[in-house]
């Protein structure tokens, strides 16, 4: 049986159906006590703790009590360099902190009604009284969910189709904000902002910490750039234009009609395969960013061990680098596509391709009526061998 993500909660009394229809990418939201008596999973200082890690992106923007105005430093930090900020008007932030504290990344299941693929990461931002980024768009749908302390934000309502940027700053700051609605977020509240909708949030005390579930939307430069270079890696290197049945032209400087046809069917076989470009789609979208890899475990697990741990009431959850996610075949056979590379299964395993995407936290109960299949066994135990998935301790 496929497990059923957890109800979500974050949008109050609408449904995942609603909201679609009448906020995704159309207008914000603000859904009160989304998740009523939330506390934050980490504290600033842990939080700065991981702004000083030597993988970890982080930034700091001081708006005041820098070198200059709107001052963007990069990570990674040292403990002194917090030391030496000024008690106000500063940010820190620290991208893809789910992946490095599933406290963290279990906040994912709460938006497991859109499609895993397209949730980035959750970037914790820590600032003290009037910390800010600024007035500013992003091209990305977003979820603002307040961890502790307060922030004003002020929106627009409307996408902005050809933003002002003040000039000569380290951080781009829209230079005509106007607020149209102002709002104050505590802890449990969140904020839906559509793309390109113009936000300004400001801490309102000392310990204002914001989780923000950003979403992928890559550029369709991005896209067919990638496509195009996946499909030249598949093209035989020695092939080449051939007119063996070559006929005397009566105008040596036209390109005839022959030679258009050959080329145009060349290009069109590259976009006309449905199945190669599901198969690149599947594999672009699942290799991690910032060039990282997974990190199988010290000591690879055997398929007996595995059964026992689940069998004792130890579930999974994806590796600290670990992008899954799969294609249902007509024939119902399935891919897995697990960080850019792929792993065909039997429509048997169907079932275990929908159980290992798109969930945080995989129960125990879930993955144990399976046990018997040995396929079953033995594609956990090598997604857990290659680091794609690891033992859960919650």
């Given at each position: 049986?496929?497990?059923?993500?957890?109800?979500?909660?974050?949008?109050?009394?609408?449904?995942?159906?609603?909201?679609?229809?009448?906020?995704?990418?159309?207008?914000?939201?603000?859904?009160?006590?989304?998740?009523?008596?939330?506390?934050?999973?980490?504290?600033?200082?842990?939080?700065?703790?991981?702004?000083?890690?030597?993988?970890?992106?982080?930034?700091?923007?001081?708006?005041?009590?820098?070198?200059?105005?709107?001052?963007?430093?990069?990570?990674?930090?040292?403990?002194?360099?917090?030391?030496?900020?000024?008690?106000?008007?500063?940010?820190?932030?620290?991208?893809?902190?789910?992946?490095?504290?599933?406290?963290?990344?279990?906040?994912?299941?709460?938006?497991?009604?859109?499609?895993?693929?397209?949730?980035?990461?959750?970037?914790?931002?820590?600032?003290?009284?009037?910390?800010?980024?600024?007035?500013?768009?992003?091209?990305?749908?977003?979820?603002?969910?307040?961890?502790?302390?307060?922030?004003?934000?002020?929106?627009?309502?409307?996408?902005?189709?050809?933003?002002?940027?003040?000039?000569?700053?380290?951080?781009?700051?829209?230079?005509?904000?106007?607020?149209?609605?102002?709002?104050?977020?505590?802890?449990?509240?969140?904020?839906?902002?559509?793309?390109?909708?113009?936000?300004?949030?400001?801490?309102?005390?000392?310990?204002?910490?914001?989780?923000?579930?950003?979403?992928?939307?890559?550029?369709?430069?991005?896209?067919?750039?990638?496509?195009?270079?996946?499909?030249?890696?598949?093209?035989?290197?020695?092939?080449?234009?051939?007119?063996?049945?070559?006929?005397?032209?009566?105008?040596?400087?036209?390109?005839?009609?022959?030679?258009?046809?050959?080329?145009?069917?060349?290009?069109?076989?590259?976009?006309?395969?449905?199945?190669?470009?599901?198969?690149?789609?599947?594999?672009?979208?699942?290799?991690?960013?910032?060039?990282?890899?997974?990190?199988?475990?010290s000591t690879p697990v055997t398929n007996e061990e595995l059964v026992e741990t689940l069998r004792a009431g130890h579930g999974l959850r994806p590796g600290p680098v670990s992008r899954l996610a799969f294609i249902e075949h007509d024939d119902g056979s399935t891919t897995l596509f697990a960080n850019g590379s792929s792993i065909d299964l039997a429509p048997s395993l169907?079932?275990?391709?929908?159980?290992?995407?798109?969930?945080?936290?995989?129960?125990?109960?879930?993955?144990?009526?399976?046990?018997?299949?040995?396929?079953?066994?033995?594609?956990?135990?090598?997604?857990?061998?290659?680091?794609?998935?690891?033992?859960?301790?919650?």
């Open positions: 049986m496929q497990p059923t993500p957890p109800t979500s909660s974050v949008l109050g009394d609408r449904s995942p159906t609603d909201f679609l229809d009448t906020y995704w990418q159309s207008r914000p939201l603000v859904v009160r006590d989304a998740l009523p008596d939330f506390r934050s999973p980490l504290s600033p200082e842990e939080l700065a703790g991981l702004a000083c890690e030597d993988d970890v992106a982080s930034r700091l923007i001081l708006k005041e009590g820098g070198e200059h105005p709107w001052e963007l430093r990069h990570g990674p930090f040292a403990s002194a360099d917090f030391l030496d900020l000024p008690a106000t008007h500063w940010t820190l932030l620290v991208q893809e902190v789910d992946r490095l504290l599933p406290e963290v990344g279990a906040l994912l299941d709460h938006f497991r009604f859109l499609p895993a693929w397209r949730l980035d990461d959750v970037m914790v931002s820590y600032a003290p009284t009037h910390g800010t980024v600024g007035p500013h768009i992003d091209n990305y749908d977003v979820f603002l969910l307040q961890g502790a302390g307060h922030r004003r934000w002020q929106i627009g309502t409307e996408p902005v189709e050809d933003e002002q940027i003040v000039p000569d700053l380290d951080v781009r700051i829209l230079a005509d904000f106007e607020a149209e609605e102002e709002f104050v977020l505590g802890p449990g509240d969140l904020l839906y902002l559509p793309p390109r909708v113009a936000h300004h949030g400001v801490a309102t005390d000392d310990q204002c910490m914001t989780y923000s579930i950003g979403f992928r939307a890559p550029r369709h430069q991005a896209l067919v750039a990638n496509f195009l270079q996946h499909a030249i890696e598949t093209i035989d290197p020695d092939a080449r234009y051939s007119d063996s049945a070559l006929d005397p032209v009566d105008h040596p400087g036209e390109i005839h009609d022959d030679a258009r046809r050959k080329v145009r069917r060349l290009l069109r076989r590259l976009v006309h395969d449905d199945d190669a470009i599901d198969q690149w789609l599947g594999q672009y979208l699942t290799r991690p960013g910032r060039d990282r890899e997974a990190v199988p475990p169907t079932h275990a391709a929908r159980l290992v995407t798109g969930r945080q936290q995989i129960p125990s109960d879930a993955l144990t009526p399976h046990l018997d299949d040995d396929a079953f066994v033995d594609l956990l135990t090598t997604l857990i061998n290659d680091g794609l998935l690891e033992w859960d301790a919650a």
